[in-house]
């Protein structure tokens, strides 16, 4: 195994203007990850730090950092068994956040098991969860899920692919402290806290996925054109999840990877009720040169029972209506040296574009150059929901076989705004690593404002680094880092 320690600090005695109002700042981060024996494994990934803006205000951390995630952790994968145990700590980074936003899991344990025998010739699998979860307001929630889950492929003669498949589950949850206001209902943060209580939830799936692939050849070029529909039919729950806080089920981005989930939501803590049908196409072709594209396009619609999307938390996530916004994305791999992909969500009725997230990389002879463009309107609730269009670009250009020009660029397109830019050169070979950029960052956050200045940045590779950062107003700052194996 291996671990690695990385420590900053400063302390400048009576000129510090911090969040700590104290003479002192500073970090110590460490990860590692070691066998037990072939199948268990244990590591950790843990940060602490004086107060939450020093390792963005030092360009430790990415100023566009929202979090910060601790976890130690045990795995074990053996066969068709899948065992985990993790212990969390979260910490928004954010001035505006609430104190709900941090929070603690100790533990969260997952327990996954496939059956070695095909079951009325089928896959059957288990699934179980527990988590003990509290946060900075005083919120408790433990919880007891178990699953178990089949499903069983057939083709016919022409080949038609259907695939049955069946749920149930189960849930326990105690919990206590609760504003039901911050779990996804219908109104925001009431401030009436609710004492104890436990909530048992359930419920039961069933339905059929069927596919029928088309497959045509023009010359060097393979086209598969392939129809898909699910219906998923389940009852609403046994209980009232609302009464459930939402920890675990805050994001949801509707798009075409999520088009055929069984279930959209992201979490454990919220489940879709009621019957609804998937629909889409899927088109796929391969050159015989190795290019490849693909492009799916689709919507879902809520036939029945109660839509769980038709909150106030989840309202404009393209979900709320009996029929959904479309969503569709599209996948190219034109050669080793470029490719790009786009996903994008449409509204079911005038067909307005919802959101937009595009990806590209090149590679031209001694020149790399990354592009991702995003344009999300506003989803109010949604965790990272706020309305955005943002360009990112980054590139390199090989002078030598050692030597490199980098830059980088990252603008807000709505407000007609630089967010971060900056130009720098780079020197490395098998052992050693040498940077030297010019930053320059917009960013206000509590004592983080726009500055600009010289990263100097020297790696042993698999050894350690040590980075220089000076302001061109003339701050100086200096932080190392060691790794053990």
Sequence with gaps: ????????????????????????????????????????????????????????????????????????????????????????????????????????????????????????????????????????????????IVEGNWRRQMIDGIGQVYTPFAQLRGDVYGVAGVDRGLNGSEEFATNEREGSSAILRGNAIGGIEYRYPFIASTGSVTHVVEPVGQIIGRPDTVGDQQEIPNE??????????????????????RIETGTRANVGVRYTAQLASGAYGRAVFGESYQIAGQNEFDTEFYR?????????????????????????????????????????????????????????????????????????????????????????????FRYDLATEQTITDGLGVRWQDDCFLFDVTYQRSFIRDQDIEPDQRFLVNFSLKYLGSYQVATEATGVFDASGSDTND
């Design 316 to 408: 404009t996530a393209g979900l709320a209506t009996d029929a959904s916004d479309y969503v569709g994305g599209l996948y190219i791999q034109a050669s080793s040296n470029l490719g790009f992909s786009a996903q994008s969500r449409f509204d079911e009725q005038g067909f307005d574009i919802r959101r937009t997230d595009f990806s590209s990389w090149a590679r031209f002879g001694p020149a790399r150059v990354k592009v991702n463009y995003a344009d999300v309107t506003g989803e109010p609730g949604l965790a990272n929901g706020e309305a955005r269009e943002e360009i990112i670009t980054a590139g390199a250009l090989a002078i030598t076989d050692a030597w490199s020009l980098l830059g980088n």
């Design 248 to 269: 675990d089920a805050l994001s949801l981005v509707f798009d075409d990877t999520l088009l055929f989930d069984i279930d959209k939501f992201s979490g454990y803590d």
């Design 1 to 144: 195994g291996a671990y690695r320690i990385q420590l900053a600090g400063v302390w400048d005695e009576g000129t510090l203007d911090s969040p700590t109002n104290g003479d002192f700042r500073g970090s110590i981060k460490t990860e590692g990850r070691f066998a037990l024996n072939p199948y268990w494994s244990y590591g950790w990934d843990v940060l602490a730090e004086t107060d939450e803006t020093f390792r963005r205000f030092y360009n430790l951390d990415s100023r566009l950092k929202t979090d910060r995630i601790s976890q130690l952790y045990l795995e074990g994968l053996h066969d068709r068994n899948y065992a985990a145990m993790r212990f969390y700590n979260t910490q928004s980074l954010l001035f505006t956040d609430e104190p709900f936003s941090d929070a603690t899991v100790f533990p969260i344990i997952d327990y996954d098991y496939i059956v070695n025998r095909p079951i009325i010739g089928g896959e059957l699998s288990f699934n179980s969860n527990v988590m003990v979860f509290s946060n900075q307001e005083g919120v408790d929630s433990n919880r007891l």
